[in-house]
DNA sequence: AGCCGGCACTTACTGTTCGTAAGTGCCATT
DNA sequence: AATGGCACTTACGAACAGTAAGTGCCGGCT
C-alpha cells in the first residue's frame, strides 16, 4: 500500500494537466456524495435528492450531468411520460468509488481529532 | 476492502455533518494538491507555489491555513526575519495522504476512459 | 551605495460559481 | 378541480475563487 509520490501523481501539479479537472469532478462536494449513494443501489433523480440532504435540485442534475459525461454514471430514461429516470454506477464508477468510501470513512473516524484541533488553533487565533 | 456504503458513509448525507466540511476542505482542488506534494517531503511556503503550478498565493494561503485548522498540516515559523515558514504533514496528515494518493493515481489511470466517454457523450449532445 | 528579487503573506477588485426560488409539462391521486 | 410528484431548467442575488498589486524586510548583484 505504500507508494512514491513522484512517480503516481506526476502530471497532477501541472496546470493544464486534465486529471485535475477529472478529480475536481469526483471530489465535488455533491458529486462524492452522489457517487457514494449510487454505489448503494441506483436510485432515481428525485431519491438521489431525498438521500443527499441539503442538495439543490439545480447542483444534483449538474453534478450527474458532470459525472455521466466523464463515464461514472449512466443514466437511463425507464420512460418518457411519467419521467423515469434511473441513474447507476458505470464500471469505472464502481471501481472509483471504494476509494471514496475508504476516504469518508476515514476522514469522519478522525472528526474527533479534527474537532480537537480546530478548538485548539481558533484558542490562538480566534476566528474572525 | 470491501465496505458497505450503510454502515461507514452514514452521517455523511445529513444536511449538519461536521463531516461534510472536513471532507470538502481536504479534497478541495488546491489542499488535495497541497497535502500531496507534503506527501513528498516537507515544504516552504514559496516551494509550494512553484510545486503546485497555476496556484495563487492566496488560494495556497488559504488552503494551507484551513488545513492547519484541521490538524492536517503543521506550520513551523524557522525564522521570522528574513522569513522562513516549513508546512509538513502531521500524523493524521500522513494517515491521510495515502486515500487522496490512491484517488489521484485511479483517476489519472482512468484518464483514457475518461477522455472517450466524454468524446461520446458531446458527439450526442455537443457542449454549450 | 542603490537597485532588484525573493520571502510569506494580505488586501482590493473582479469574474465565476453556487444556492434559492420559481417555472415547465405531464400524470396520478384526493 | 386542485394538489403533489416527476425530472429537470431558468433567473437572480450572494458567496467564492482568481488576478493583481501592496507589505516590510533582507541578501545578492553592479
Known sequence: ME?????LVADVFRRACTSREALEHVTGKWSLLALSALAESPHRFGELRRRIEGVSE????QSLQTLERDGWVHREVRSAIPPHVEYRLTE????LVPHLLALISFVEDRMPAVHAS???????????
Open 3 to 7: 507508494q512514491t509520490v513522484e512517480e
Open 58 to 61: 439545480r447542483m444534483l442534475a
Open 92 to 95: 469505472d464508477g464502481a471501481a
Open 118 to 128: 480546530r478548538a485548539a488553533v481558533d484558542e490562538v487565533r480566534p476566528p474572525r
